[in-house]
């Protein structure tokens, strides 16, 4: 289950062999993290869209794992990094940090030209 509360289900194992097994196992154990992440990312997708207004121009054009690639012009690429950069932190805290203890949220945030640089 991750920490936003998703679940899934996975197959019987009864007739699986032991490498199949295995590879479930590690799967089921991924889950919970990969999930959590993944909640997280869709949280700070839906605050960037809410809180648009605060960065007119900025398009979020692609999100791909534990990142959000946001196009904009360069004149605005502080504001850009800021917004983005609280989206992030609070759609993550959100999720992780719905019940005690507290953990603190760290996003690392880049400017370029490219997004491979």
């Known amino acids: ?33 990969q999930a959590t992440c993944a909640d997280g990312l869709k949280s700070a997708l839906a605050l960037l869209f809410e809180r648009r207004d605060k960065s007119p121009g900025a398009v979020p054009i692609l999100a791909v794992h534990d990142e959000i690639v946001v196009e904009c012009d360069e004149e605005g690429a502080e504001r850009v990094e800021a917004w983005l950069k609280k989206a992030m932190v609070d759609g993550m805290d959100a999720v992780v940090n719905a019940i005690e203890p507290h953990v603190p949220i760290e996003i690392e945030v880049a400017v370029s030209e490219t997004w491979g640089d």
């Open 1 to 33: 289950m991750s920490m936003a509360g998703r679940t899934r289900r996975f197959e019987e194992i009864s007739a699986m062999s032991k490498a199949q097994i295995a590879a479930l196992r590690r799967e089921a154990t991924n889950f919970p993290i």
